[in-house]
């Protein structure tokens, strides 16, 4: 059973920063695109960063772009979301979610509108709570 545990959320005042954690577990974490989704209240769910373990690709939407920082640790199954230069309008719950399995597919030929498309999604986590003081 495919499993994703977010964790790493919280309280921080505007300029501060936090490292989101998306652990996985029951995967082959080398054949796998995660993704980092978030949703505050009244928002629609908005897709932010995603990087896929089969080539390695990343990518950010226009408004995370130079805040914040995707990667993967391998060895620990883990997706790391580094937010820095936060804002208030960076509160929400974010969310991680699993393509899987990639089968060593470029990501992007996997999509018909971009890296966010949310039902290209299969996994979802529970999500965890990011809130920006100003």
């Known amino acids: 059973e495919v499993q994703l545990v977010e964790s790493g959320g919280g309280l921080v005042q505007a300029g501060g920063s936090l490292n989101l954690s998306c652990a996985a577990a029951?995967?082959?974490?080398?054949?796998?695109?995660i993704g980092w989704f978030r949703q505050a209240p009244g928002k629609e769910r908005e897709g932010i960063s995603c990087?896929?373990?089969?080539?390695?690709?990343?990518y950010y939407a226009d408004s995370v772009k130079g805040r914040f920082t995707i990667s993967s640790d391998n060895a620990k199954n883990t997706v790391y979301l580094q937010m820095d230069s936060l804002k208030p309008e960076d509160t929400a719950v974010y969310s991680c979610?699993?393509?899987?399995?990639?089968?060593?597919?470029?990501?992007?030929?996997?999509?018909?509108?971009?890296?966010?498309?949310?039902?290209?999604?299969?996994?979802w986590g529970q999500g965890t709570q990011v809130s920006v003081s100003s």
């Open positions: 979610a699993a393509i899987y399995p990639m089968a060593a597919r470029v990501f992007a030929s996997t999509w018909s509108r971009g890296p966010f498309d949310p039902y290209m999604y299969d996994y």
């Open positions: 029951g995967l082959s974490f080398d054949d796998v695109a």
């Open positions: 990087i896929s373990t089969s080539d390695a690709s990343t």
